[in-house]
């Protein structure tokens, strides 16, 4: 119904290879809320959005996302339905596509090759690229964009999947202040006006969104806590989470 939980994760570990990198991780959310997941560098931030996107490798536990029970056969299926916004890489094959290319991938997995792409999704596409703010840049390569122009085509092909859950890994590592104010509110604005379930990545407690409604912190691959964003935001569970005052 509309008020079970959209993403449920029972006691669950995730593995590369036989080193376990996420365990004991037991997770609620509801249908549009909007969590925020910090800790410090290899906490196992980036493995929880790869097991929720069915991507990770999960060893022990029970993982359902929009009711559907993750596991290797459904991953595809389901991934239509999350979008994923990854963290900046240097060398993104996505680089020499146009911002329009770039963005039209977003419905790949239903429509196959980017010459099949119907009129109606290119319409979407040039609705999506205005409503980031990329009008007029639709025609240049996604290497000459700035990071943060790059962010915001990134979220414009994960809206183009008509997404019902937000994955964004650390949005605004490495961009300026005024570039991570403008992604931030992006990212709220997408949140709301898309009524999405979201969960951001970061490791700083700075770059979460105000419209949070929950944050989690994650330490050696667990989840040491899971509180309101004003609880969390004391001194005392910053310097047990990091081991240093801040
Ligand atoms: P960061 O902010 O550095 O990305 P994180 O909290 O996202 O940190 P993860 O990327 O989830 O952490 O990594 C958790 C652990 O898993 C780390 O010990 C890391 O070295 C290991 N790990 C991550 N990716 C891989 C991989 N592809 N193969 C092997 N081990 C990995």
Redesign the pocket.
Known sequence: GEDSPVLILEDVAAA??R?V??RGVSLRLRRGEFLGVI??????????L?VLNGLGRIVAGRVEVLGIPVTGRTARHLRRRIGYVA?LQEFDPLLPMTVTESVLTGCYGRLGLLRRVPASERRKAEEFMQLVGLSGLEHRPLGHLSGGERQRAAIARALLQRPEILLL??PTASLDWQAQRGILELIRTVHERFGLTSLI?T?DLNTLPDVCTRIAS?KD?RLVRVDTPRAMADPEMLSELYGTRI
Request: glycine share 22%.
């Open positions: 590369y290879g080193h990198a996420m800790g410090p560098n290899g906490a196992g931030k980036t493995t929880l790869t963290q890994d650390e990545v490791h994650m691959g």
